[in-house]
């Protein structure tokens, strides 16, 4: 298990996504008006994120993102 943190740029998130469903997408902003603003399609907010952090495996790759 890999715990190191990665920068990517988007192009390179949005291939990984394409290529890995295993991995969890997160809109890194922390205000519900913000998310519904700038969420892209399978990404679930940081609020749920934060309130589901406990349940996500631990080897389980997070990509967050801001707009």
């Known amino acids: ?3 190191s943190v990665e ?4 192009k ?3 291939t990984h996504m394409q290529s890995d469903a295993e991995s969890l997408l997160v809109c ?8 519904q603003q700038n969420h892209l ?6 609020s ?3 309130s589901q952090v406990d349940e996500i ?5 997070v990509i967050f ?3």
């Open 41 to 46: 399609e399978g990404a679930m907010s940081l």
């Open 65 to 67: 993102y801001c707009a």
């Open 48 to 50: 749920d994120f934060t």
């Open 12 to 14: 390179q998130a949005h």
């Open 28 to 35: 890194a902003y922390d205000s519900e008006e913000q998310f």
């Open 1 to 3: 298990m890999s715990k």
């Open 57 to 61: 495996p631990k080897d389980k790759e």
């Open 7 to 10: 920068r990517i740029p988007p």
